[in-house]
């Protein structure tokens, strides 16, 4: 095992860890966050990112994938603040065992979805050949990529072309 692969497997554990100590409900909000984020973005970023351009001195791209920053972000926060008031009933006695083991399952999948998109996009970057080796050296990376690229159709092209603003 490689130090890559050490730490994506720390950095995983911890997304467990954090799923099964707050619970499937803020778990699973974590994924339908990052999947609305996601959504709301890349249908409402190129809007925004017209309005914006003209303050970015006319970059486009650099504006679209603000928007699509500031939106996710603000999506993220509103689902949850909504999940907060559903994982009050999910802190009943009776279900608290059954929410925190699945919040820990629900913790693996999100931490999949969200390292695997950064992966996914740090090979978009001009990080040199050794990133790029030592990636495909990885046990885990070449799966968690993969497993972030299922979000790729959700997010707009402006992002996923992100190399062009360098």
């Given at each position: 095992m490689s130090l890559c692969d050490l730490i994506l497997f720390i950095i995983l554990l911890g997304f467990?860890?954090?799923g099964f100590w707050y619970g499937l409900v803020q778990s699973l909000g974590g994924i339908i966050s990052l999947l609305v984020?996601?959504?709301?973005?890349?249908r409402l970023s190129a809007g925004l990112g017209k309005m914006i351009a003209p303050i970015l001195g006319g970059h486009q791209n650099l504006a679209v994938m603000i928007s699509?920053?500031?939106?996710?972000?603000?999506?993220?926060?509103i689902v949850a603040l909504l999940l907060k008031l559903v994982d009050r009933f999910f802190r009943l006695p009776v279900l608290s065992t059954f929410n925190r083991i699945l919040g820990g399952v629900f913790g693996l999948l999100e931490g999949a979805f969200f390292i695997g998109l950064i992966l996914y996009f740090s090979t978009k970057f001009p990080l040199g050949a050794n990133?790029?080796?030592?990636?495909?050296?990885?046990?885990?990376?070449?799966?968690?990529?993969?497993f972030g690229e299922i979000l790729l159709p959700l997010i707009p092209d402006a992002v996923k072309n992100i190399k062009s603003l360098i």
């Open positions: 467990v860890w954090f984020g996601t959504i709301f973005a890349s699509f920053i500031l939106i996710f972000a603000l999506t993220h926060f990133w790029l080796k030592t990636l495909s050296d990885s046990i885990f990376a070449p799966h968690l990529i993969r």
